[in-house]
């Protein structure tokens, strides 16, 4: 049985490495020594997963793509052929169904409604809005780095970095202040490390549900970490006192319950929100800036929001070629009616820990790393940073991260060299031709782009492993091919938090740069990487810095 599964690949003419009997990679694939994309990128360098190359993962079958145009086919042009990630963990305990609810678990037209209504949540002029909130916590950091340099010769950039992110959400998703900046006791970081260190009888579990996923529901087996109760009570509390008080912050909750309160008709015109995709070799480009702010800055910015969206359905409803999406877009309004109850904007509020905690904790570890190691492009950015803050009367305002372009540039090329993410994975929904072969991918089958290959690939990075800015200034842009710098995925169904996530780590990195100098601490020079099947790529063992003062407080 094996042998006639394993034997995919051959008769289908695309090369794949050594395998083992039932096994297939999977030895190599959850190997806890070596992460996952060293395998990746051997199949990428040395059997033909530069463009194509099929790998086993047991006996699945699963397709290696890393030709950037075959990406650009699979992730935007063909996107109706690969609109659902791998299936996630159906949760199939009526108490614990509010996994279902997240954005990620969601497949179809009803992703398609869930993204639409919250796309509108992370655009500029909202994330202007939300900027004060995220400056607090920076200082906060910048505080407790102070203190801990008076105290210790040395710090993990890593984990304070986590204790900054987890702060920043509390406040920004759930409108609590957890202050785990300030207090070491703090519940809610406990529940979150809690939530994130799954204990190894779990992961076999979650292995076992990869396997035999039908065999679960059937049992109803639970595979919810405890402290979902947790979260959902501070979710519940906080929604019902908002309600309650009508009170107001401007955050991730205030904007999900405006969802879920807003007329349908406003829902319906914001269907095709999640059709548009920011190119990511372009973050937070000056045009959209100002298309975001003028919205964000009228009185009446409701009015003109919807009366954009209804120009962009308008427009895209013209455009529309075949009856099938014309039948999609119907689907997705039907979809909306329905609006976000308190379990979904719970579940959506979860989702933005479970994939902004890790992603932009380790971010910034590894920006505050490169530029310990580099600290001439260290002084660069600091250089830069001061200038703005002249022309700005000492004032760092969101504008100014705009203008930032060495700030930004230091963090596109560190998501270059540590992109969090190192691969993104697709589940082929109806069967599709791959481009110039001869090669069907069936209905069902899972497409992995090979992010982190890409980014090192010498042929589109000369001296891939340099660290090297200036690779991303305005001037040398035009140099990048495209779909090969995608740390946020590409297409409709990129990373929703991106500008969310740029700004954390832009304000937290700008005053930690302009607080302190960076150094390597002794021993650190090295930076090592976790290994296992982990869907994130992050520090093992911290990053250990020396900061040493600039000026006062
Ligand atoms: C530096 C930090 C981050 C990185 C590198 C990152 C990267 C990614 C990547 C690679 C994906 C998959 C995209 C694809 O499949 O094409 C993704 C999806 C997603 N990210 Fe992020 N992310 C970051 C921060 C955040 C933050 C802060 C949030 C929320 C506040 C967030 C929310 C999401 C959500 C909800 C999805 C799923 C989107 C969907 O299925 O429609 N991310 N992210």
Same mark, same amino acid.
């Given at each position: 049985?094996?042998?006639?599964?394993?034997?995919?690949?051959?008769?289908?003419?695309?090369?794949?490495?050594?395998?083992?009997?039932?096994?297939?990679?999977?030895?190599?694939?959850?190997?806890?020594?070596?992460?996952? $994309?060293?395998?990746?990128?051997?199949?990428?360098?040395?059997?033909?997963?530069?463009?194509?190359?099929?790998?086993?993962?047991?006996?699945?079958?699963?397709?290696?793509?890393?030709?950037?145009?075959?990406?650009?086919?699979? %992730?935007?042009?063909?996107?109706?052929?690969?609109?659902?990630? #791998?299936?996630?963990?159906?949760?199939?305990?009526?108490?614990?169904?509010?996994?279902?609810?997240?954005? &990620?678990?969601?497949?179809?037209?009803?992703?398609?409604?869930?993204?639409?209504?919250?796309?509108?949540?992370?655009?500029?002029?909202?994330?202007?809005?939300?900027?004060?909130?995220?400056?607090?916590?920076?200082?906060?950091?910048?505080?407790?780095?102070?203190?801990?340099?008076?105290?210790?010769?040395?710090?993990?950039?890593?984990?304070?970095?986590?204790?900054?992110?987890?702060?920043?959400?509390?406040?920004?998703?759930?409108?609590?202040?957890?202050?785990?900046?300030?207090?070491?006791?703090?519940?809610?970081?406990?529940?979150?490390?809690?939530?994130?260190?799954?204990?190894?009888?779990?992961?076999?579990?979650?292995?076992?549900?990869?396997?035999?996923?039908?065999?679960?529901?059937?049992?109803?087996?639970?595979?919810?970490?405890?402290?979902?109760?947790?979260?959902?009570?501070?979710?519940?509390?906080?929604?019902?006192?908002?309600?309650?008080?009508?009170?107001?912050?401007?955050?991730?909750?205030?904007?999900?319950?405006?969802?879920?309160?807003?007329?349908?008709?406003?829902?319906?015109?914001?269907?095709?929100?999640?059709?548009? $995709?920011?190119?990511?070799?372009?973050?937070?480009?000056?045009?959209?800036?100002?298309?975001?702010?003028?919205?964000?800055?009228?009185?009446?910015?409701?009015?003109?929001?919807?009366?954009?969206?209804?120009?962009?359905?308008?427009?895209?409803?013209?455009?529309?070629?075949?009856?099938?999406?014309?039948?999609?877009?119907?689907?997705?309004?039907?979809?909306?009616?329905?609006?976000?109850?308190?379990?979904?904007?719970?579940?959506?509020?979860? *989702?933005?820990?479970?994939?902004?905690?890790?992603?932009?904790?380790?971010?910034?570890?590894?920006?505050?790393?490169?530029?310990?190691?580099?600290?001439?492009?260290?002084? &660069? *950015?600091?250089?830069?940073?001061?200038?703005?803050?002249?022309?700005?009367?000492?004032?760092?305002?969101?504008? &100014?991260?705009?203008?930032?372009?060495?700030?930004?540039?230091?963090?596109?090329?560190? %998501?270059?060299?540590?992109?969090?993410?190192?691969?993104?994975? #697709?589940?082929?929904?109806?069967?599709?031709?791959?481009?110039?072969?001869?090669?069907?991918?069936?209905?069902?089958?899972?497409?992995?782009?090979?992010?982190?290959?890409?980014?090192?690939?010498?042929?589109? $990075?000369?001296?891939?492993?340099?660290?090297?800015?200036?690779?991303?200034?305005?001037?040398?842009?035009?140099?990048?091919?495209?779909?090969?710098?995608?740390?946020?995925?590409?297409?409709?169904?990129?990373?929703?938090?991106?500008?969310?996530?740029?700004?954390?780590?832009?304000?937290?990195?700008?005053?930690?740069?302009?607080?302190?100098?960076?150094?390597?601490?002794?021993?650190?020079?090295?930076?090592?990487?976790?290994?296992?099947?982990?869907?994130?790529?992050?520090?093992?063992?911290?990053?250990?810095?020396?900061?040493?003062?600039?000026?006062?407080?």
């Amino acid at each position: 049985y094996s042998r006639k599964r394993h034997n995919f690949w051959t008769l289908n003419g695309i090369s794949t490495p050594p395998f083992i009997p039932f096994l297939g990679h999977a030895h190599k694939l959850y190997n806890k020594k070596q992460g996952r $994309w060293i395998f990746e990128n051997e199949v990428y360098s040395k059997f033909g997963g530069c463009r194509y190359a099929g790998i086993y993962e047991f006996l699945n079958p699963i397709l290696i793509v890393g030709d950037p145009e075959l990406m650009k086919n699979i %992730l935007v042009k063909d996107f109706d052929h690969f609109v659902n990630r #791998r299936k996630q963990t159906v949760m199939t305990n009526e108490r614990d169904s509010v996994m279902n609810h997240m954005l &990620t678990s969601k497949e179809g037209d009803d992703w398609k409604a869930l993204r639409s209504v919250m796309s509108p949540t992370f655009t500029s002029g909202r994330m202007k809005a939300m900027f004060p909130l995220v400056c607090e916590k920076a200082n906060a950091l910048v505080s407790f780095c102070r203190k801990e340099i008076s105290k210790k010769p040395q710090i993990d950039m890593k984990y304070t970095a986590g204790r900054y992110t987890v702060d920043t959400l509390a406040s920004c998703a759930f409108g609590i202040e957890c202050n785990s900046l300030i207090d070491d006791d703090a519940a809610f970081p406990k529940k979150v490390s809690a939530f994130f260190n799954v204990p190894s009888s779990k992961l076999l579990l979650y292995l076992f549900y990869r396997l035999f996923p039908r065999m679960f529901s059937l049992l109803k087996i639970n595979l919810n970490p405890p402290e979902l109760d947790f979260f959902k009570e501070v979710v519940t509390h906080t929604i019902a006192e908002r309600k309650r008080k009508n009170l107001r912050r401007d955050d991730f909750l205030d904007l999900l319950l405006e969802a879920e309160h807003s007329e349908s008709e406003t829902k319906d015109e914001q269907v095709h929100q999640g059709d548009e $995709w920011p190119d990511s070799n372009n973050q937070l480009n000056n045009e959209e800036k100002e298309q975001d702010d003028n919205v964000a800055n009228k009185k009446d910015t409701v009015t003109q929001h919807q009366h954009q969206q209804m120009q962009k359905l308008q427009e895209h409803v013209q455009n529309e070629s075949t009856e099938e999406k014309h039948e999609n877009v119907k689907n997705a309004k039907k979809t909306l009616k329905g609006g976000l109850d308190d379990n979904a904007i719970l579940a959506q509020c979860l *989702l933005f820990l479970v994939a902004g905690y890790d992603t932009t904790a380790s971010t910034l570890a590894f920006a505050s790393f490169l530029l310990a190691k580099h600290p001439k492009e260290q002084d &660069t *950015l600091r250089q830069e940073l001061r200038e703005l803050l002249e022309e700005k009367e000492g004032k760092l305002t969101y504008d &100014t991260l705009i203008d930032a372009k060495f700030l930004d540039s230091c963090i596109m090329e560190t %998501l270059r060299l540590y992109p969090p993410g190192p691969r993104l994975q #697709r589940m082929c929904n109806k069967s599709y031709r791959l481009p110039g072969t001869e090669f069907t991918i069936p209905k069902g089958m899972v497409v992995q782009c090979q992010v982190w290959s890409v980014h090192h690939d010498a042929r589109y $990075w000369p001296d891939p492993e340099k660290f090297s800015p200036d690779r991303f200034m305005p001037e040398n842009r035009p140099n990048i091919k495209s779909f090969t710098h995608i740390p946020f995925g590409m297409g409709p169904r990129n990373c929703i938090g991106m500008r969310f996530a740029l700004m954390e780590v832009k304000v937290a990195l700008a005053k930690l740069v302009l607080a302190a100098e960076m150094k390597l601490a002794p021993g650190s020079e090295e930076l090592i990487l976790e290994g296992g099947n982990s869907s994130f790529l992050r520090p093992k063992y911290g990053v250990n810095l020396i900061l040493k003062p600039l000026g006062s407080e």
